[in-house]
């Protein structure tokens, strides 16, 4: 009986051994930044040099500081136009495919085209889009222009990244293109899960599309759409990479687009006006307004249950 346990314990050593490297690097690139970021947040470092400890003053100067605030409305103001785009057309795909009556061929097909802009990379994307939307030359105007020419109108170009009222409306319908392919293709999924009896015995009973939509779809794909809603508004409040590289910090639609995350990285990492440990705090208020926001979603969608 010894021999056995102790095979058993060498063998679970072994176990550890393959582990540790995961564990080691795990613990080194994310566990520790992480830690370190909180302690710095109580700290009065600037760049460089030992920091001093100065408690709750850096989240008192975050929470009193209407900048931080505006960047949060920023960001809001475009994730929700995002989601409500994003989330439409996903579920207004779900509706078509799922439907038993019309039958639509290619969803495979459809997916993969839906879900293309995924797999762009953001670099790409905002390069495309500023070629296309050009205030001057870029290819959406020209077309705007010429529609309007056929109709004896005069068309006025449109800045649609300079403009302070177009700038937020027109990155957010860039990231719900970039982003609808990807609830499609988990919300479809959630619904080819659901036994076909369930809208065959609906459709029997006179059952419309959106009445089975409304009944039978979204009920049962709730998990799924609890997960999207989520992520989606975890990334959405995290936006970055679209905003920055769209538009200039010299443009005068820049206050209007600037994101948490843009106003982070300006104290944590552009030349001349790094404060690393209000950078921390802003990173750490961030997280606790997405945790704050993700129980009130999770209260949402469990209050039936």
Known sequence: MKSKRSKLTAYNRWGYAFVAPFVIVFAIFNIYPVLRTLYLSFTDLKVVGDPNWVGLDNYVRVFTDKFFWRALGNTVRIWGVNIVLQLGLAFLLV?????????????QQFRIIYYLPNLIAATSIAFLFQTLLDHRFGTFNVMLSGIYKLFGATYNPIDWLGSPNAAPYTIAVIQSWIWFGNSFLMLMASVQGI???????????????????????LPLINPIMMYVAITSLIGGLQMFDLPYLMVNAATASYDDVQTVMMYLYKFGFTPGSIQTSYASAVAYALFLIILLVTLIQLKFFNKDK
């Not at 509706?95 to 969803?107: A, T």
């Not at 065959?200 to 409304?214: L, S, V």
């Open 95 to 107: 509706i078509v495919f799922s439907n038993l009556n019309w039958k639509i061929k290619g969803l």
């Open 195 to 217: 036994s076909k009896d369930y809208f065959e015995a609906a459709a029997i009973d006179g059952a419309g599309t959106w009445t089975i939509f409304r009944r039978i779809t």
